[in-house]
């Protein structure tokens, strides 16, 4: 499997990414005080939360996506289903020989990273807003969070050879 696109290690760093950015765009210096004023939140309430609970899910759920983005930001990781699934294969081997490692850079992997965060976490942060009658406020300051979340762990994803 050494010719596959897939660096497990780079899953397990771009999981963090999450925790790391949202612990800046979350600070009050930054979204935090916008943030607690469009959900409601006050520090009484959050004081409350079972933090070890939502850390420990958010690890999970940030594995998940980091799990997912390789098949979003690297090209080569959709070619092993031309072969049969068989990594052996003289014609995978060669493929990623002579390919294996086009478009695979930190700004490509960005790139793709943004573009899950706008087609597919805007989307569906938007969609849930409307419907739960929340601001563009709230909206802007999530799917923000999940636009750079997004396009920084497609750029650990892709870039990490």
């Given at each position: 499997?050494?010719?596959?696109p897939?660096?497990?290690?780079?899953?397990?760093?771009?999981?963090?990414?999450?925790?790391?950015?949202?612990?800046?765009w979350?600070s009050?210096?930054?979204?935090?005080?916008?943030?607690?004023k469009?959900?409601g939140?006050?520090?009484?309430?959050?004081?409350?939360?079972?933090?070890?609970?939502?850390?420990?899910?958010?690890?999970i759920?940030?594995?998940?996506?980091?799990?997912?983005?390789?098949?979003?930001?690297?090209?080569?990781?959709?070619?092993?289903?031309?072969?049969?699934?068989?990594?052996?294969?003289p014609?995978?081997?060669e493929?990623?020989?002579?390919?294996?490692?086009?478009?695979r850079?930190?700004?490509?992997?960005?790139?793709?990273?943004?573009?899950?965060?706008?087609?597919?976490?805007?989307?569906?942060?938007?969609?849930?807003?409307?419907?739960?009658?929340?601001?563009?406020?709230?909206?802007?300051?999530?799917?923000g969070y999940?636009?750079?979340?997004?396009?920084?762990?497609?750029?650990?994803?892709?870039?990490?050879?």
């Amino acid at each position: 499997m050494e010719n596959m696109p897939f660096n497990f290690l780079a899953v397990i760093a771009a999981t963090f990414v999450t925790l790391v950015i949202g612990f800046i765009w979350y600070s009050p210096a930054v979204f935090g005080t916008i943030w607690m004023k469009e959900t409601g939140m006050t520090e009484e309430k959050a004081k409350q939360s079972n933090m070890l609970k939502v850390f420990g899910l958010t690890i999970i759920y940030s594995f998940m996506l980091a799990f997912i983005l390789p098949a979003i930001v690297n090209h080569q990781m959709g070619a092993l289903g031309l072969f049969d699934g068989n990594p052996e294969n003289p014609g995978f081997i060669e493929l990623m020989k002579t390919h294996g490692d086009v478009y695979r850079s930190f700004k490509h992997g960005a790139l793709h990273g943004c573009f899950a965060g706008v087609f597919i976490a805007l989307p569906i942060t938007a969609i849930n807003a409307l419907f739960e009658q929340k601001s563009w406020k709230y909206i802007l300051v999530n799917a923000g969070y999940w636009i750079v979340s997004l396009t920084i762990m497609g750029a650990i994803i892709c870039g990490w050879k």
